[in-house]
């Protein structure tokens, strides 16, 4: 690994310095140390462990690779047995359940938040983020005051978006005397939603000093990456992550373009068709989560299963030392020709059809944004896979006009070269169809 080189996702940062441990080193203690600290204190962890191994003790890697997967629904009803101490003096935040099911409440203590502050550089940049949050953005809000640059603002009302306006203009009390917002951290249908709000009030972005733009949640379209980025001239990195480790939020590598779990976490992808093992590189399957201690401790979990698949990328990534993985969407989106076989997901068919007009949108999900005329614009088309052979990709138009009507076949065509082949493409009318996705 090269000396003095600088490993981070989001405000976590890890400087592996010449003759340091490299990642991977570093990831084995630290699953070696979970596993003591689970083994010890956490009743299921503790009897789950005990049953594999009795007395022997396998090393850490060894250990993981026989721990069995944890579903939502297992972690649901086994959170009792799995916590390591009485939830007392805890913090509560809510799981959105897109992934896995209902919204669930989140339990942590300070232990957790002090393991992740040490990590974050002391610092930071020239200017403060500015993270817009909506009322399902706990992940997020909890984790920003371990940061003092941070200013945390809602974005779910019409005049949340003029008073951000004012934050990054500068130009009126209070906001006068504030430093310039150098980074801005947010869902990526808020985003796009408040660049329609500049864009009409302002005309432009690229002035307002932004160098950095997080997003999280959606799939980023490689037209909405380049109208991001052009708009606000400013880098943009997507980040993968899910509230219930919301420790372990991973970004997008500029380097291999896949993800990397930053070092509070340990990512794999498995087969759940071969008894859970790892893929190949290269492979696709179901992504599992390791979050490690000290930074998630009350309800440990090991090989958490947040409901997504992913695509291990198929080389190791010269940044980083390790294979990095693509999320291709939530495993209830996507479909398979048939059992075993090959999987078409989210990720494989929705930039086909979300970069382009004349579809239905998705409504948007906030009650408060609903009076916002810009919200449902960004939120994306109604869609989903249906499994068979072949997959049959569902799309709902929206209210075109005749000369619109007239140009289906083009439009299938177009989106037809840029999906997997042997999916077929099945137009519905307007407010016909009766489920979709979400992203």
Known sequence: MKSSTDIRSGDLAYTQDAGSPDLAGYRHARLDE?????????????????????????????????????????????????????????????????????????????????????LQRPGGQAGPTLLLVDPGSHGMAELAPQNGNVIVHALSRPEHYEQVRQILDRTAKPFAPMAQVRQIDSTLSQVKALSFYLMRHRGRMDDLGVDRLTV???????????????????????????????????????????????ITGLAEVLDEDACWSRVRPGGRGMLAVTGF???IQLEPRIRYLPGDLAELAPTICPQWGEHGFRPLGRRSDSVRTEPGGPWVCPADVYPAIADRVGFNWVPTRSRDAQADPFIDKVTGPRWRLEAGDPVTLHIELGHLSDVRYAKRTELHDAIQAEIPAGVEIVAHEPGTLDTWADY
Request: charged fraction near 20%; charge should be positive; glycine fraction near 8%.
């Open 216 to 262: 999280v949640r959606n799939i980023l379209t490689p037209r909405w990456r380049h109208l991001l980025e052009t708009w606000w001239d400013a880098q943009i990195t997507p980040m993968y992550g899910f509230s219930e480790m919301r420790m372990c939020t991973a970004s997008e590598c500029g380097h291999c373009g896949y993800f990397h779990m930053p």
């Open 293 to 295: 201690w000290p930074y």
């Open 34 to 118: 979970t596993l003591s600290f689970v083994g010890d204190q956490s009743p299921y962890y503790r009897g789950l462990l005990k049953q594999l191994y009795g007395p022997a003790r396998s090393g850490p890697e060894e250990i993981l690779r026989s721990v069995p997967p944890l579903s939502k629904a297992q972690w649901e009803a086994e959170r009792a047995q799995l916590r390591t101490g009485p939830a007392t003096r805890i913090m509560i935040g809510y799981a959105r359940g897109t992934s896995a099911g209902a919204p669930s409440p989140i339990l942590s203590v300070a232990e957790d938040f002090r393991g992740l502050k040490a």
